[in-house]
Nanobody, 123 residues
Framework: QVQLVESGGGLVQAGGSLRLSCLAS????????MGWFRQAPGKEREFVAV????????YYADSVKGRFTISRDNAENTVHLQMASLKPEVPAVYYC????????????????WGQGTQVTVSS
């Protein structure tokens, strides 16, 4: 069993930055693909970014490409999402997720999820 705990969310002004972190339990973290997703009220959960077990091949949703950076530290069992040039949008909960089989952008491909951290960008 893997437990994921997100942190770093909050209220930020448009154009600002936030750094989300996800701490994973367990000794097999370094074998998982890790992703970030977000979900606004009344909407489906959507893919934001993913990174492979080695830290290579980061991949981003078009909506965040060039503004967000995903990274991981396998020694610390953490994955981060550095968000810059944030746009005023409907508040969303950002989720960290672990995929044990492959690196994917699909919600269905993830086996473990955190509880999420709220991000609100004000205009």
């Amino acid at each position: 069993q893997v437990q994921l705990v997100e942190s770093g969310g909050g209220l930020v002004q448009a154009g600002g930055s936030l750094r989300l972190s996800c701490l994973a339990s367990g000794r097999t973290f370094s074998t998982y693909g890790m992703g970030w997703f977000r979900q606004a009220p009344g909407k489906e959960r959507e893919f934001v970014a993913v990174i492979s077990w080695s830290g290579g091949r980061p991949y981003y949703a078009d909506s965040v490409k060039g503004r967000f950076t995903i990274s991981r530290d396998n020694a610390e069992n953490t994955v981060h999402l550095q968000m810059a040039s944030l746009k005023p949008e409907v508040p969303a909960v950002y989720y960290c997720a672990a995929a044990t089989k492959w690196v994917t952008v699909s919600v269905d491909g993830y086996d473990y999820w955190g509880q999420g951290t709220q991000v609100t960008v004000s205009s």
